[in-house]
């Protein structure tokens, strides 16, 4: 159980073993870290259930099927255990992103980071980054979203303008 909902499994470990899928590497945490450090402002946007929020490809809907006591159902969108939904996840994530990606938005997976030298800039910004998940039909999840941040939380790190250090 996930917070206050239950997260629906399928075991795709037969379907894995042959699944052959683009290899989009993630990108290097370091390199995410350095991007957003030495920045005075920062969000921190979270896709709600950025997995499901990813079409599946309609001639693979198929592949997803499984059985139950009601009947057979199929995913429309992509369901967590198929290997190749993690780097399918980012490669959607990068194409929706790519006209600001390493300007001021870095993104892995689900988590999107808008970094600015300045609150003007960073509501420009912020714009720009709605705009685009308006255009590609994604939703946030607003209580993991922090805006305008001078300090934020990321992989295991504190990061602010001054320094990078571990979270305790």
Partial sequence: MIGKAYRFAVDYRKLNVITKYPRNPLPLIDDLIM???????????DLRSGYFQM?????????????TKNGTYAFRRMPFGL????PNVQKAIDIIFK?????FVNV????VIISSPSF???VKHLKEVFRLLH?????LN???CKFGCEELKYFGLIINKEEIKTDK
């Fill in 135 to 139: 255009e590609a039909g994604l939703s």
């Fill in 108 to 111: 892995y997976m689900d988590d």
């Fill in 142 to 144: 607003k209580d993991k």
């Fill in 35 to 45: 991007n957003i450090s030495h920045t005075g402002i920062m969000s921190a946007l």
């Fill in 55 to 67: 079409a599946v490809n309609p001639s693979d809907i198929f592949k997803t099927a499984f059985v």
């Fill in 120 to 122: 003007t800039q960073h």
């Fill in 99 to 103: 006209p600001v990606i390493g300007k």
């Fill in 83 to 86: 290997s190749g939904a993690a």
